[in-house]
């Protein structure tokens, strides 16, 4: 029921986009049948601290992620390896947060994303649960059902105005589906009507999608440079 | 980013966004005022067609097709066209930027901006007042006293979340500097610190400003209003979705 409710949000947000959808769809079923179940834990983990450390850091500009806290991922959840000071918060997530659903399970997948402290405190929380109880053994249906419901008893909060991240790294894989995200800057908003931001229609630079479960909204803005400064055109 | 929406962009050309302009927009380099007054109210006035189209090509025409427009007039701005989506797209003049900038009265200044619901609701009506008390004559420290006084009475209303605009027009001209164009989004918040956003720094592509002065030396009073910050990224393309040439 969610997987179709879900299809139909993506049908509707996308529907000028769908061209792409064909060969998609070829190379959905075949990441379905490699990633059907969580692979041994050791397989997400990044055993250089340091490594994991520095592609999370590599999401947005050193101005900003050198004085950011750094989570790295540990066999029950993300911890924290580096404190910072101006509130950003950079982590590299697992496909269980950031992956199609063909990727779910893609040990491989990393996504590395700097969250500015307002998206850090609210936005992030929803990932850092979900992460919890993936590690914890649920199923991914579990896991969605029990976001959804703490974002409606308001033990996840509502996103803060001015929640946004940086999604810039030239580094991470992004999964067998996309294997690279172009640079991008994400905002987050409770629920609001894509069409607020012009999202999704012929040349807009915004895309956009809601969530009804989780009472979200994501907007992406694709940028033109890497984090490091170089163009990524 | 969650694994939902990650689903939807990898069916959409997301994938096959290119790289965007790499540019910021000139800042006022010369420090001396270049259009120290008002000019004739003639030389900011436009063809009324002329002017409605301008407006339009400020976003997509996915946009601004069902958007309001308004243009301006000896008087002030009225509506040109009831849209239905409620978005509203203008040309701004100079006057819309900060007060004590050095293009304020610059009379070539040709800004075309879609302004999203929220924007239209809430940002709109400040520029609204500004532009009537400017062409009756008042004098910028006038201007500022009403909308401070207007503010207080809530007679302005408080930013919306989500204010956003498109100023993605080709033929826009925003300044003396640079290219004097370059495609760009704009986001209002009240926050007024910069680093919120990570903007202004190294290699960062958003760029802050506030809203209301650049130094607010000239205009001190300014600094009791309401902190409202545009957050300005730049994209690759015009509105047309031809691409924006590198600069």
């Known amino acids: 029921m969610r997987k179709k409710k879900v299809g139909a949000i993506a049908i509707k947000s996308f529907a000028l986009l769908v061209v792409l959808s064909t060969a998609y769809q070829a190379v959905a079923q075949e990441a379905t049948t490699t990633y059907p179940s969580m692979a041994p834990i050791e397989q997400y983990l990044m055993p250089d601290q340091g490594a994991e450390i520095a592609l999370a850091r590599s999401a947005a500009p050193e101005s900003i992620s050198r004085d950011a806290d750094v989570l790295v991922l540990g066999r029950h959840g993300f911890e924290t390896a580096a404190k910072g000071k101006n509130g950003f918060v950079c982590i590299v997530e697992r496909s269980w947060t950031s992956a199609p659903d063909p990727d779910f399970w893609n040990p491989k997948v990393r996504t590395p994303i700097c969250y500015n402290a307002a998206s850090a405190r609210s936005f992030l929380r929803r990932n850092l649960k979900r992460t919890d109880l993936i590690l914890a053994g649920r199923t991914k249906a579990q896991v969605d059902e029990a976001i959804g419901a703490a974002v409606d008893k308001k033990e996840l909060p509502a996103m803060e105005p001015g929640a946004m991240c940086y999604m810039m790294s030239k580094q991470g894989y992004g999964g067998d589906t996309i294997k690279h995200w172009p640079p991008h800057l994400m905002f987050y908003f409770s629920q609001v009507d894509p069409a607020t931001w012009g999202a999704n229609l012929p040349d807009s630079p915004v895309l956009g999608m809601s969530d009804t479960q989780e009472h979200l909204t994501e907007f992406v803005v694709p940028v033109p440079r890497w984090s490091d400064g170089t163009e990524a055109r | ?247």
Not at chain 2, 98 to 104: A, L
Request: net charge neutral; hydrophobic share 40%; aromatic share 10%.
């Open chain 2, 1 to 247: 980013m969650t694994r939902k929406l990650a689903h939807n962009l990898s069916l959409s050309a997301f994938v096959l966004v290119a790289a965007l302009i790499a540019t910021r927009p000139a800042a006022a380099q010369d420090p001396e005022q270049p259009y120290p007054t008002m000019a004739p109210v003639e030389q900011y006035l436009m063809d009324r067609d002329a002017e409605i189209a301008l407006a339009r090509s400020a976003a997509p025409d996915a946009i601004s097709h069902d958007a309001s427009v308004i243009v301006l007039t000896r008087h002030g701005y009225e509506t040109a066209v009831q849209g239905k989506n409620g978005w509203v797209c203008w040309v701004g003049r100079g006057w819309m930027a900060m007060f004590d900038h050095p293009e304020f009265w610059n009379p070539k200044v040709r800004a075309a901006d879609c302004l999203n619901p929220p924007a239209a609701r809430s940002v709109l009506p400040y520029a609204y007042k500004r532009t009537e008390l400017l062409l009756a004559g008042h004098s910028k420290p006038e201007v500022i006293a009403a909308i401070k006084s207007a503010i207080e009475k809530k007679e302005l209303p408080a930013l919306e979340p989500g204010s956003v605009c498109y100023m993605m027009s080709k033929s826009s001209y925003l300044t003396d500097n640079g290219g004097h164009n370059a495609p760009h989004l704009m986001f209002y918040e009240t926050s007024k610190d910069d680093a919120a956003w990570g903007a202004n720094l190294t290699n960062s592509p958003v760029l802050s400003v506030n809203y209301w002065y650049i130094s607010a030396q000239s205009y001190p009073q300014l600094k009791s209003f309401p902190p409202l910050s545009v957050f300005l990224v730049v994209v690759d393309k015009w509105s047309d979705g031809t691409p924006a040439p590198t600069m």
